[in-house]
Each structure stands twice: as C-alpha cells, then as structure tokens.
C-alpha cells in the first residue's frame, strides 16, 4: 500500500537559513506527489508538485523540491527562510495512477527563531 | 467561482446524534474526496469519489457514509457520532486530466462530547 513517511515531527531554524525538510514514500508505480503548508487554523495550500518531467520542482513562496526515484524521496528546501514560512508542512502521494485522492504523511511543524 | 465550499464551520454534536457535513464544488471536478485531520497524524482520507454514483472507501471509513447524487456535492454522513470522530474535516476535489492539483475546502471543524 501507498505510504508517506515524515521522519521530522518539529524542526527549528534559525531565520535566514536553509531548510530541508525531508519526505519518503513508498509506491509501486511513479508517484504524483505533492507538498503542502498550512499555518495555524487554516487551511491547506499547495506549495508545489511533480508528475513527470524535471525531478527539480519549483514552487510558490521560493520552496523547492527534488524527487529521488533510487532513493524513494521528495525532499522539500528553502534556501533562506523567513518567520512567515512557520507553519506545519505535509508530503502527499497519489493515492493510485489516477490520483483520485492523496495519502499524507503526518506532518512536519517548523519554526523560525531570530 | 467559488471553488470548495463547505458547512458548517463548526459544530458540537452529542455522542450518538447524526449530522451531515456539506461539501460542493463549482469546477465541474471529476473527483471529491473527504479527509480527517487529527494533531500528529497528518491527513487522512475517509472516502472518496471518481463521479455522480460511484464512491469508494478511503484509509479510516468506519463510521463515516458518503453518496454522489450530483457533480457538485459530495456529503460526508455521520449515523452516529462518537467522540473519537472530534476532529478538523476537509472536502477536496480535482478534475481528472491536468495536474493533479487538489483544491481544499476550508473544513470543518467537529467536537463531539
């Protein structure tokens, strides 16, 4: 079955620094598979995704992502981070070829010191 | 366009009481789907929907009912609330060509005492 692993539950960064929060996924077939934010009491946004094409995805807000077929990864990086970017980040994986529906992982809470 | 749209915001219902959480979507989307979202345990996905009559089981369904008379809207039923089923509800839905792209609704959120 269709699995998303999250090893990070929380993670701290200093403001100005890089991030790398890392996702893993297990899937028979080649993955859609998505990032996304979502601040506090709010909803869900999508940061980026990759289908096919480039394993360099960019996204919104200056976040990218590098899918690793051999290494079964989608790691999410931000090269400088800034104190809006706290919120809580979830991986997500097609749930089948047509990906009618998404399995998430469980999540990934950042924050941002000064 | 409104996109997602879903009711109500909140609720508390009473152990063993019944409701019915809307969801409906004006994007002519194909697919609908219905996730819980409880602290630590990301989002997970109770049923979905490929089209008008035809639903399927997600990951945690027990409890949960849902039918697609119409394109549109796709209700997630609770027979029988229990306070195991608290949690932050979001509707999701997404055409079925294009990018893959999930767009949310803005959830709802259940206490059941």
């Known amino acids: 079955a269709q699995s998303v692993t999250q090893p990070d539950i929380h993670i701290t960064v200093s403001e100005g620094a890089s991030l790398e929060l890392r996702c893993n996924y297990s899937?028979?077939?080649?993955?859609?598979l998505f990032w996304y934010v979502q601040s506090p009491g709010q909803g869900l946004q999508l940061l980026l995704k990759?289908?096919?094409?480039?394993?360099l995805v960019q996204g919104i807000k200056g976040f990218e992502a590098e899918f690793k077929r051999s290494q079964s990864s989608f790691n999410l990086r931000k090269p400088s981070v800034h104190w809006s970017d706290a919120a809580e980040y979830f991986c997500a994986v097609g749930r089948n070829q047509a990906g009618t529906a998404l399995i998430f992982g469980k999540g990934t809470t950042l924050s941002v010191s000064s | 366009n409104a996109g997602v749209t879903q009711t109500p915001k909140f609720q508390v219902l009473k152990t063993g009481q019944s409701m019915t959480l809307q969801c409906a979507q004006d994007?002519?989307?194909?697919?609908m789907s219905w996730y819980r979202q409880d602290p630590g345990m990301g989002l997970r996905l109770i049923h979905y929907s490929v089209g008008a009559g035809i639903t399927d089981q997600g990951e945690v369904p027990n409890g949960y009912n849902v039918s697609r008379s119409t394109t549109e809207d796709f209700p997630l039923r609770l027979l029988s609330a229990a306070p195991s089923q608290t949690s932050v509800y979001f509707c999701?839905?997404?055409?079925?060509?294009?990018?893959?792209?999930?767009?949310f609704g803005p959830g709802t959120r259940l206490t059941v005492t």
């Open positions: 994007m002519n989307h194909e697919y």
């Open positions: 899937y028979g077939a080649t993955p859609y």
């Open positions: 999701a839905s997404r055409a079925s060509g294009g990018t893959y792209e999930q767009y």
């Open positions: 990759y289908f096919s094409g480039d394993t």
